[in-house]
């Protein structure tokens, strides 16, 4: 079991440009979320799937940030024109169902300069 | 609307001492309160979980938490630290949902742990 994979570790990207991040959840687990990491906010949630269909992205800024997850081994996290205050650790999570225990990767550390 | 609050963002403690990190929560539903741990640039392991039962849960090396409902509290205590025990503790609530949990973490503002010699 090598728990929950995220790529790359760390990304630098220009401001206005797209970064995408990758979840690969443990396999079986049927519940993936992505949270953000910032020193100012602390831990924040972003977005949550069960079985691959969005249950709650009551967390997403609702411009130039999107998920999906199109099938069951891995979600993206997808963020379009990037700009400085995008920086932070990205975290994504798996669950079993969502009712259970939740395992977190080691996160994506994005600067965007 | 929940909420939790960790109200030492910074605790200092002497290796082989004891530790007692505070939480306080705020839940409309049914609480089910967790314990993380993070490292430096690594991501959270769960030290323990409570659900239901027991107030007091056991969890690795030698954390326990104690729930109150009375209070709305979730501490965190360990008898004796050892100094890779520092870190960053989180107090996390996820509340009840439909079919259970909610599936939404909320997170404690986290208290930076630091053991000296």
């Known amino acids: 079991n090598a728990g929950v994979i995220q790529t790359p570790r760390h990304k630098v990207t220009g401001k206005g440009q797209e970064a995408t991040l990758w979840c690969e959840p443990i396999?079986?687990?049927?519940?993936v979320f992505w949270y953000r990491q910032t020193i100012v906010q602390g831990l924040e949630f972003l977005t949550y799937?069960?079985?691959?269909?969005?249950?709650?992205d009551s967390g997403m800024p609702k411009e130039r940030f999107s998920a999906q997850m199109p099938n069951q081994s891995h979600s993206t996290l997808k963020i379009q024109s990037t700009q400085p205050q995008d920086s932070a650790v990205y975290l994504c999570?798996?669950?079993?169902?969502?009712?259970?225990?939740?395992?977190f990767g080691s996160g994506t550390r994005l600067l965007v300069i | 609307a929940q909420s939790v609050t960790q109200p030492d963002a910074r605790v200092t403690v002497s290796e082989g001492a004891s530790l007692q990190l505070r939480c306080k929560y705020s839940?409309?539903?049914?609480?089910?309160l967790f314990w993380y741990v993070q490292y430096p640039r690594q991501g959270l392991q769960l030290l323990l979980k409570?659900?239901?039962?027991?107030?007091v849960v056991q969890g690795v090396n030698g954390f326990e938490a104690e729930f109150s409902k009375s209070n709305s509290s979730f501490h965190l205590r360990k008898a004796s630290v050892h100094w890779s025990d520092s870190a960053v503790y989180f107090c996390?609530?996820?509340?009840?949902?439909?079919?259970?949990?909610?599936?939404?973490?909320?997170f404690g503002e986290g208290t930076q742990v630091t053991v000296i010699s």
């Open positions: 409570y659900y239901s039962g027991d107030p």
């Open positions: 839940s409309s539903g049914t609480p089910y």
């Open positions: 396999s079986g687990h049927s519940a």
């Open positions: 799937f069960r079985n691959q269909a969005p249950i709650d």
């Open positions: 996390v609530l996820s509340a009840e949902g439909t079919g259970g949990l909610s599936g939404k973490l909320t």
């Open positions: 999570a798996s669950s079993r169902d969502g009712n259970s225990d939740y395992t």
